[in-house]
């Protein structure tokens, strides 16, 4: 048997989200059917984040066995001849039986945009969060300064989130303006469900000066997901890559588009 990783892009608009459900179009059945067809198999994926409902990807990490034999670009190409326009395998290549998508990972990292104009969006509706008001990014970054370290993240996970702890690490972030776009970058060892969200809901309140900046810490020490206002909505979120020990020779992120044998 042989272990495969692939680098994956997709548009999260019209899937139910990365992980397989009862009811609707996911990308984990999307990729699943897709590699099938190649492997000539019933193949089971793996991702390293199951990202929600209308979250994109630019580089989404999976991992799946196989007893098929196929080269590197065959994987590719293949694949992507059975999938849907809105998926994309960007890479394969063979690793180690240790490898596994989500538990070799040792960092995510995860963007969020914000359109600041008086007018709705039409081109990126699907790709950002649209606000009237402009934003004060001096203030939300010192805000989100309070959240990095480990810390207990309970104030900022979603009430059915299945992770066993709160516990993360933020290990960076960054928040940048261009012109009338606002991009919120982060960076951890990991993710609880609609973590980002929930940080982008806060900053931007008080970007809009609804709220001090130490604001964030106060929402931060309470461990209450209801003192921190609003979640942001899921189509300005993109995964942007998923980081792994060197060992693994994993291609950080979606600059790397070369098959990678």
Known sequence: MAKIALGIEYDGTDFVGWQSQATGRSVQDALAVGVSAVA??????????????????????????????????????????????????????????????????????????????????????????????????????MAATMWLGENDFSAFRASGCQSSTPMRHLQSFGIYQCNSQVTLEFKANAFLQHMVRNFVGVLVKIGRGGAKPSWAKEVLDSLDRTEGGTTAPAHGLTLMGVTYPREYQIPASSVHHDWVC
């Open 40 to 141: 000539n198999e019933l193949i089971t994926i793996n991702g390293a984040g199951r990202t929600d409902a209308g979250v994109h990807a630019a580089h989404q990490v999976a991992h799946f066995d196989t007893a098929a034999d196929r080269a590197c670009h065959q994987w590719v190409s293949g694949i992507n001849s059975n999938l849907p326009p809105d998926i994309t395998v960007l890479w394969a290549k063979e690793v180690p039986a240790s490898f596994d998508a989500r538990r070799s990972a040792v960092s995510r990292h995860y963007r969020y945009v914000v359109l600041q104009r008086s007018t709705r969006p039409a081109v990126l509706r699907h790709r950002c969060y649209w606000s009237r008001e402009l934003l004060d990014c001096s203030a939300m970054t």
